[in-house]
């Protein structure tokens, strides 16, 4: 029943590697995010989409790819992982003038590279 | 682009004591939304009360508070009555009307002392 789900929670890896990262919401909203929050906790977007197009995409390496198949789904893909990439990843949903636009997150994905 | 600052890294209360913690955001916009959002050790961002800028009413969710000051573009929140369960990181966040991100201060910690 998790609103903002995202898979999987925690992800060890090698450098070099390429890993995903899954996000679904059940909320019905029409945009996703993804938020980056470093080791000193600092929250950074990544990306944003709305009904499945991309309206943020901050500056970001282009080793990052998100993918919207549906409204409900944001996928973040990540190439050739490097040491400064392991940070929690946090999937987020909102619905536009509704509540504010509050974004609701999921439970974050930590990833480690090694 | 809007900036958020939360100036204090840091603080502790007394359990069933009052805290309140500052943020202050710098905006040129007269529409927008305001956040507090909670992190336990868990990660999971759970929100705690919004505020909507045209509304001179301050919000209210059981124990939490919050001090709106429009014009002086601040937004502090007060914890009543702490409770061990109050301790975790606490996110102020900005969010303009027409945008579509959120803007996050750096993040307060709050330790609940019993």
């Known amino acids: 029943d998790t609103a903002v789900s995202q898979t999987p929670k925690y992800l060890v890896t090698q450098m070099g590697n390429d890993k995903s990262i899954k996000c679904e919401q059940n909320?019905?909203?029409?945009?996703m995010y993804w938020y980056k929050q470093d080791s000193k906790k600092f929250l950074k977007i990544m990306f944003s989409?709305?009904?499945?197009?991309?309206?943020i995409n901050e500056t970001v390496p282009n080793r990052f790819s998100p993918k919207s198949p549906d409204k409900a789904h944001l996928n973040l893909h990540i190439n050739s992982l490097e040491l400064g990439d392991s940070a929690v990843y946090f999937c987020?949903?909102?619905?536009?003038?509704?509540?504010?636009?509050?974004?609701?997150f999921g439970e974050g994905s930590w990833l480690t590279v090694v | 682009a809007q900036t958020v600052t939360q100036s204090q890294p840091e603080m502790s209360v007394q359990e069933a004591e009052t805290v309140t913690l500052s943020c202050t955001y710098d905006?040129?916009?007269?529409?927008?939304?305001l956040f507090w959002y909670k992190q336990p050790p868990s990660r999971q961002m759970i929100l705690v009360i919004r505020?909507?800028?045209?509304?001179?009413q301050n919000a209210t969710e059981n124990r939490f508070s919050v001090n709106f000051q429009k014009a002086a573009k601040s937004f502090s929140l007060k914890i009543s009555d702490s409770q061990l369960g109050d301790a975790a990181m606490y996110f102020c966040?900005?969010?303009?009307?027409?945008?579509?991100?959120?803007?996050f201060g750096a993040g307060t910690r709050l330790t609940v002392k019993p």
């Open positions: 909320l019905g909203h029409d945009t």
């Open positions: 966040a900005y969010r303009s009307a027409l945008g579509n991100d959120m803007r």
């Open positions: 905006t040129s916009e007269s529409d927008y939304y």
């Open positions: 987020a949903s909102s619905q536009t003038n509704r509540a504010g636009n509050t974004i609701y």
């Open positions: 505020q909507e800028a045209y509304k001179q």
């Open positions: 989409y709305n009904n499945k197009e991309l309206i």
